[in-house]
């Protein structure tokens, strides 16, 4: 009977937990009493479906107050202003000993400037140098003789000219050249020394040297014949243009291009031309540029450190 008993209430509680179910929606959260407007969501919702509310019916936030912190404004400090540098000026030169290197007659180089502006003067000459010149001459039987003082007026000129009429002893210049003893000097011992064993060497058939013809030999001009820039070495005497060579047999051996030439004419003119630099402080010759193209240039001038330009 007991076993009947306790089977009987299995039966019963078995029955009771079979009809009973769970409910079909847990419990809801409250609403919270500081939040209006709001409304929960309902039972028969679903979280995929569920829409925010329309923009109008979401809650403003109130605005937090500025909370201004005090900021310490460091003043503005503005960069000096810097005034352009003034060129520094020293005290007035005298008259007469403004700065050569600076600008001169209306400001401009000496490249452009014209002979007038340049202020040139003579270069005086030492008497015991130029006796000691004109002995040389005579004993290299250079016939010449000596012309008063030549000053045309800016910086042309010759402090002790001599007039060449024989650059050596029977080889007449022609026409007589107005230069300076050392250039004559050097134009002989050329002569003697290069032009004529080359002549000798190359144009045997043409017999001696016999007249040796000059271009230009004292000229006031700058150099080149232009307006401006340098004055010429032909301006102090110290340069002499030589244009042909003439030989006893009635040849004339012109100074022209003869670069390409493949004779011993050729050979005998680019010969004394290189030779020439033995001699003289400038050479240029038909290969150097258009303006000398038809005679060698020759001049003496000093340069430093014994420069020698020879084109």
């Avoid at 230069?179 to 002989?188: D, H, N, T």
């Avoid at 040796?212 to 301006?235: D, F, P």
Wanted: glycine share 6%.
């Amino acid at each position: 009977m007991r076993k009947l008993a306790i089977l009987a209430i299995l039966l019963a509680a078995t029955a009771v937990l079979a009809g009973a179910r769970l409910p079909v929606h847990g419990p809801l959260p409250q609403q919270r009493p500081d939040i209006e407007g709001t409304s929960a969501p309902t039972p028969d919702s679903n979280a995929e479906d569920t829409q925010p509310p329309p923009a109008a019916e979401m809650p403003t936030p109130e605005p937090k107050p500025d909370i201004q912190k005090p900021e310490t404004q460091k003043p503005e400090i503005s960069a000096p202003k810097t005034e352009p540098a003034k060129p520094m000026q020293g005290p007035p030169l005298p008259p007469g000993k403004e700065n050569p290197q600076a600008p001169t007659e209306e400001n401009k180089p000496p490249a452009a400037q014209t002979l007038e502006e340049q202020h040139l003067t003579i270069e005086p000459e030492s008497d015991a140098q130029h006796a000691e010149c004109t002995a040389a001459l005579q004993a290299l039987g250079v016939v010449f003789k000596d012309t008063p003082r030549i000053d045309d007026g800016n910086g042309c000129g010759i402090d002790k000219p001599i007039i060449v009429s024989e650059a050596l002893a029977g080889i007449k210049l022609k026409p007589e050249a107005t230069i300076r003893c050392p250039a004559a000097l050097a134009l002989a011992r050329w002569m003697k020394d290069s032009v004529i064993p080359a002549a000798s060497a190359a144009l045997p058939e043409q017999g001696r040297i016999t007249t040796v013809n000059q271009a230009t030999s004292y000229m006031c001009r700058l150099r080149n014949g232009a307006g401006t820039g340098k004055i010429s070495e032909h301006a102090r005497g110290n340069a002499i243009d030589i244009a042909s060579f003439h030989f006893e047999k009635g040849e004339d051996v012109a100074v022209r291009s003869r670069r390409e030439d493949p004779t011993l004419t050729g050979a005998f003119q680019r010969t004394v031309s290189a030779a020439g630099c033995l001699y003289f402080t400038t050479v240029l010759d038909p290969e150097s540029d258009a303006a000398h193209e038809t005679h060698f240039h020759l001049d003496v001038i000093e340069r430093k450190g014994g420069y020698r330009y020879c084109h």
